[in-house]
């Protein structure tokens, strides 16, 4: 299998961490599933990702002390490999995983994926459980001195030893056998760990020995460029930033990181600008509140998302999803981009503005975004020689292309209003998005 065909375009959905940190239920999952099929799939939507700590008894109990509890108890079976925490997934009980779940999200029309940590339980170390097809146990595989520095349920793996990979193939074996269609590894995409460059590739192994197209997604950030390499081939998606909310420093700071990767996006292969903080956030962390973003700063984030193409997964509540928000997340011709647009690349940046620039898997059809970093409304505009110079850009060239050929078309995508010009006046922290057609 190539692992470049578990994801052509961007994969888009639905992440519970944002909003319920450890503390999603089954049913909890199901009523954001519902949602999605019934409002979002037809727009592209389709992921519903059961984000951290799943397995673990008790998770939020004490969220005024930990986030993730000191060697807490947790759902394990027999060969070392965590199970779902029957108490909040009650279909997971007698040894039948997610497998449930994922069969009424499947039911749905819609795809199933979990979030996972690198390495081996550090509970099944301890106890020295065992590890499926190979006479050793957890003990003999783990690596003591690799733990994740915010999370303490896991060590990383001795990845000098055979075994280790036959441990990782019998999690994706189980997970295959759950119906599992994307993997989240956290403790992985920054190298962190000396060994996480090898766990990325014995991942990807024991994705394709089990014969099931599962996306991988990579995860925390910033991803290593230099090491740009290894997630595209071995990943599906990378996460370039660390976790993203809803302030405008951290979108701001987005511009310079998909600058830095806008090579690297191709079929099969996406730089992850992590998930979109809309709507309504953070009860699992003890404080729920509304998006901090303006309608602009929104906007702003999902014009560079989409025209870099990166995945597109909410991280909000879905149920309480206001008609503003779901507009937003659901203009057809901006997420248009995400599949049917190449070539993204940041024409110009400075501290007031930036313009970002692709074409239309279509001939003669390109598009221009234009952000306004300034915190006061400001003009800017693309004369149409400047639209030219853009578009040979675009195309690769060093002049000529289109340049004889007229523009039939300058369509601004959010507000769907056709223009004389590309440009004019945009609100602070704002953007404008282009369709422009080249007869």
């Not at 809803?246 to 690297?264: A, S």
């Not at 903080?277 to 998302?305: A, I, V």
């Amino acid at each position: 299998m190539n692992k470049n065909y578990f994801a052509k375009t961007p994969p888009m959905g639905w992440n519970s961490y944002d909003y319920y940190d450890t503390t999603v239920t089954e049913a909890d999952i199901k009523a954001n599933a519902d949602y999605m099929a019934e409002n979002l799939k037809k727009y592209g939507y389709e992921y519903v990702v059961v984000d951290i700590e799943w397995y673990a008894e008790g998770a939020g109990s004490r969220r005024d002390e930990y986030q993730y509890i000191p060697f807490g108890k947790v759902e394990m079976d027999g060969y070392s490999r965590l199970m779902p925490c029957v108490h909040r997934f009650p279909s997971a009980a007698d040894g039948r995983g997610f497998k449930p779940l994922a069969d009424y999200i499947h039911s749905l029309g819609l795809k199933f994926g979990i979030h996972i940590m690198r390495g081996i339980p550090r509970n099944a170390a301890h106890m020295g459980t065992a590890i499926k097809g190979t006479d050793k146990s957890a003990s003999d595989i783990a690596n003591a001195y690799s733990i994740c520095p915010w999370n303490p349920d896991m060590y990383g793996l001795d990845v000098k030893k055979p075994q280790a990979q036959l441990y990782y193939d019998s999690i994706m074996e189980l997970y295959a056998s759950w119906g599992v269609d994307l993997i989240k590894c956290d403790d992985i995409c920054r190298y962190d760990a000396d060994t996480a460059e090898q766990e990325i590739i014995m991942l990807q192994n024991a994705i394709q020995k089990t014969g099931r197209s599962i996306v991988l997604s990579l995860s925390p950030g910033p991803a290593l460029p230099e090491k740009a390499w290894i997630y595209e081939k071995y990943a599906n998606m990378w996460r370039i930033t660390d976790d993203l909310w809803d302030k405008w420093e951290d979108i701001l700071n987005m511009f310079n990181r998909c600058e830095i990767w806008q090579e690297h996006v191709g079929t099969g292969c996406y730089p992850d600008c992590d998930m979109i903080p809309f709507g309504h956030l953070g009860k699992g962390f003890g404080h729920e509140w509304t998006c901090n973003l303006t309608y602009d700063e929104q906007r702003t984030l999902m014009s560079l998302w989409c025209i870099f193409r990166s995945p597109l997964m909410l991280g909000c509540e879905l149920t309480l999803l206001d008609d503003k928000t779901k507009e937003l997340i659901t203009n057809e011709d901006i997420l248009h981009l995400t599949g049917h647009s190449v070539g993204a690349r940041q024409i110009k940046r400075d501290s007031d503005e930036v313009i970002w620039a692709s074409r239309d898997e279509k001939a003669g059809v390109y598009y221009i975004a234009l952000f306004n970093l300034s915190d006061c409304e400001r003009k800017i505009e693309i004369p149409d020689e400047k639209v030219y110079e853009i578009i040979d850009i675009i195309n690769g060239s060093t002049g000529g292309g289109v340049i004889n050929n007229p523009i039939s078309e300058i369509m601004e995508l959010w507000d769907h209003r056709s223009c004389d010009k590309a440009g004019g006046n945009i609100n602070a922290h704002g953007a404008c998005l282009y369709r422009i057609k080249i007869d």
